[in-house]
């Protein structure tokens, strides 16, 4: 079982920054996979980024060049870098492990308006 707590949201004006975090309750680096989703409004769970046990990085299209994934294995933390913020940014943000089954943290609000 993997407890995934998510934190760093926040209200923050277009053009602006946040770092989210995501604190993980095993090891980082025994986790196969972890990653950033977001849910706007009336919309479905879409992927922001991942980053596998190796390091290796993806994004999706919408954030690549503003946003990036990066752990720290000593603290068991994935973290999320978001740069430019958009207003189609906006969301909850969620953190998922991949260790045999599917873990999910409870997800952290992130506002981008004037």
């Known amino acids: 079982q993997v407890q995934l707590v998510e934190s760093g949201g926040g209200l923050v004006q277009p053009g602006g920054s946040l770092r989210l975090s995501c604190a993980a309750s095993?090891?980082?680096?025994?986790?196969?996979?972890m990653g950033w989703y977001r849910q706007a409004p009336g919309n479905e769970r879409e992927w922001v980024a991942s980053i596998t046990a190796r390091g290796t990085a993806g994004y999706a299209d919408s954030v690549k060049g503003r946003f990036t994934i990066s752990r720290n294995d000593a603290q068991n933390t994935v973290y999320l870098q978001m740069n430019a913020l958009k207003p189609e940014d906006t969301g909850v943000y969620y953190c998922?492990?991949?260790?045999?089954?599917?873990?999910w943290g409870q997800g952290t609000q992130v506002t981008v308006s004037s």
């Open positions: 998922k492990a991949v260790l045999g089954n599917d873990y």
């Open positions: 095993e090891t980082v680096f025994s986790i196969n996979l």
